[in-house]
């Protein structure tokens, strides 16, 4: 089959097991023939290859709402509708998004770069349905790592008392990005091992319900039925929330796997069908992977598994040189301790979690959880430091807010993946933090140019007792495990090329720091420069020196204007009656496509080409 001429899911109606099977061999080599030239998430989406082509043949999308947490294991569900002859622009500029997309196709129906999200959405479907007195299945796909998610609970406490018409398909691989951690692992093991019960059950429905006194054998047989649910199998968590359970179901067998899902198609009320998946299936490499390094992954060389973009020679990623040195400093202090919400892998710290294990703890997919977990950690005397990807640690704004900066904690919080993202896209773009915490009481707020100074952040941030968040980017950056720093005084910037003939200065922070620099200084500019590797508090000496010198000063920033550096700068300007010339460079009101880092810059003129441009309108 031409998976390119795919229009719809309608041609799945017609197929039998043996054809079906044919066509997930096919498209398992499709994906990693494309992942391997694009990159992408590669092992979640081999893991639901069957899922995906059963769910598209026993409903109707889309009519059927179906759509999956999180929305990165929905390639084969693209491809199904219509969207495989999109592949080889995959998360590029103006391409095919990673996660579903609701402007792509009529078939996205909910968009999610944030586990746990699916099941509040499926409810609030329902009832919209329902109300409109419409008639149409709605099926979310939860993995096992994002039921553990607080939101994914509060979501089936009250699934389980609305009783409405929901299929939640529970695709259980035993492996999130990292791990699965918490009692509610061990409750999805022992349903991983018992016998499976939809089969009976089906059984039981299909013979009893040909006549009147089948009817009322069925109705007879229900305390049967359930005490023999209960000797098979136990619904755990689901039972507690009061929803039907079917399964497990292998969620690799065709004829078990429609056969479950016919059943569910025809119950009334939630029901959960738990289907058992081997995340990565069909491709070595990511079978074998227990540390989630091929959840996504850049282009690779598909025969050898190569990652084809290595860091440069002496290079770390900035999650790993973070890392290194905060176990350099828990070498000396027995109290730092290491929290991760399920991404130890992706920032870095296994090795931290290997050398300190009773100092290292997993929280799983909970946000909110493990940030006031540190808050209990901090305020007993620990110091912990927590690891969060800039766009998750929205989720745990109110915590950091109300739990860590109100009581004054001395948590350290590293933001990883801050800033653009690139290929990941909307939802991923680590933009807003500095908006979002620059407001809060007690909290400091700072970014590295480089490895050296991360370090002297980190001894900066142990040595003081308020919260204090480090931010660093996606990337890799030069890295000396032999050099030394010393804390730096919270609030100050440093200054480069300043000299009296500068007719401007800018205004910039992390990496762009030495881009900048390097420019100034390889044309021999007039311009002298600022690493403002503070957000909060400001340097506040630096700036009234501006305001006397008067010279117009760009500010040069990367995330979002509101509330950004700029922000910082002329608010403190206002309030103070020190006028400072300023020019702003960053994004606007809107949310940034995906695409490659340099792409999507210049798009949004924050590219160092665009900024020189307005710099030389000074110089001139």
């Not at 009893?208 to 619904?235: C, E, H, M, P, Y």
């Not at 495990?481 to 919270?490: C, D, G, L, M, S």
């Amino acid at each position: 089959m031409d998976l390119t001429k795919i229009q719809d899911p309608s041609f799945l109606k017609t197929m039998d097991n043996r054809q079906l099977r044919a066509l997930a061999q096919q498209i398992r080599e499709f994906l990693i023939d494309q992942v391997s030239r694009t990159g992408g998430h590669l092992s979640s989406n081999l893991g639901v290859v069957e899922l995906t082509i059963a769910l598209h043949k026993v409903f109707d999308s889309p009519r059927d709402k179906i759509f999956f947490d999180v929305g990165h294991q929905c390639y084969t569900h693209k491809i199904l509708t219509g969207r495989a002859a999109c592949f080889p622009t995959l998360r590029q500029y103006e391409g095919l998004s990673g996660f579903q997309k609701r402007a792509e196709s009529e078939h996205d129906v909910w968009e999610a770069g944030h586990s746990s999200t699916s099941l509040s959405a499926a409810l609030g479907m329902a009832i919209a349905r329902d109300l409109n007195k419409e008639s149409y299945h709605i099926v979310p796909v939860i993995g096992d790592g994002a039921l553990g998610g607080g939101m994914a609970l509060e979501a089936l406490n009250q699934i389980g008392s609305e009783q409405r018409n929901i299929i939640i398909i529970f695709n259980d691989n035993n492996m999130s990005i990292s791990e699965n951690v918490g009692v509610l692992t061990q409750n999805f093991a022992k349903l991983r091992s018992s016998k499976p019960y939809n089969a009976l059950k089906h059984d039981l429905k299909t013979a009893l319900n040909r006549n009147n006194v089948g009817q009322a054998v069925l109705s007879g047989l229900q305390n049967i039925k359930d005490a023999i649910k209960s000797g098979v199998i136990d619904t755990g968590v689901f039972g507690v929330f009061g929803l039907e359970y079917l399964g497990p179901v292998d969620g690799h067998d065709f004829k078990n796997l429609i056969q479950c899902l016919e059943v569910a198609k025809t119950h009334q009320g939630p029901v959960v069908v738990h289907v058992l998946t081997k995340k990565g299936k069909g491709y070595s490499y990511c079978e074998q992977d227990k540390e989630g390094r091929w959840h996504g992954v850049s282009a690779f060389d598909k025969e050898t598994g190569e990652i084809l973009t290595r860091p440069a020679p002496g290079h770390l990623s900035w999650s790993a040189i973070i890392s290194e040195n905060l176990i350099r400093l828990a070498e000396k202090n027995k109290d730092i301790l290491a929290v991760t919400p399920a991404m130890m892998t992706g920032s870095k710290l296994e090795r931290f979690f290997a050398l300190y294990p009773d100092r290292a703890f997993d929280c799983g997919i909970a946000e909110e959880h493990a940030a006031t977990f540190c808050a209990g950690l901090a305020i007993s005397g620990k110091r912990p430091f927590i690891s969060l990807y800039s766009s998750f640690l929205q989720r745990c704004y109110d915590q950091i807010n109300h739990d860590i900066c109100r009581m004054d904690l001395p948590v350290v919080i590293g933001i990883d993946r801050a800033g653009l993202v690139g290929e990941d896209g909307d939802t991923h773009h680590g933009v807003f933090d500095i908006t979002l915490l620059r407001s809060l009481p007690n909290l400091i707020l700072s970014q590295p140019k480089d490895a050296l100074e991360a370090r002297a952040l980190m001894e900066t941030a142990f040595a003081q007792r308020h919260p204090f968040v480090i931010r660093y980017p996606r990337g890799t950056a030069r890295y000396d495990e032999k050099a030394e720093a010393e804390p730096i005084a919270v609030g100050s910037w440093s200054c480069y090329n300043d000299v009296p003939e500068s007719k401007v200065w800018v205004m910039t922070y992390g990496p762009d720091v030495d881009r900048v620099l390097s420019k100034i200084l390889t044309n021999s500019l007039p311009v002298s420069l600022i690493n403002a590797r503070f957000f909060k508090p400001l340097d506040e000496a630096l700036l009234r020196r501006l305001s006397r010198e008067g010279k117009p000063v760009v500010i040069y920033e990367t995330d979002m204007l509101a509330g950004g550096l700029a922000s910082a700068v002329l608010e403190w300007c206002a309030d103070h009656d020190c006028p400072i010339p300023v020019k702003r460079i960053g994004i606007g009101d809107h949310y940034v496509p995906q695409g490659s880092m340099n792409r999507i810059r210049k798009r949004e003129g924050i590219d160092i080409l665009s900024c020189f441009e307005e710099i030389q309108k000074y110089c001139k």
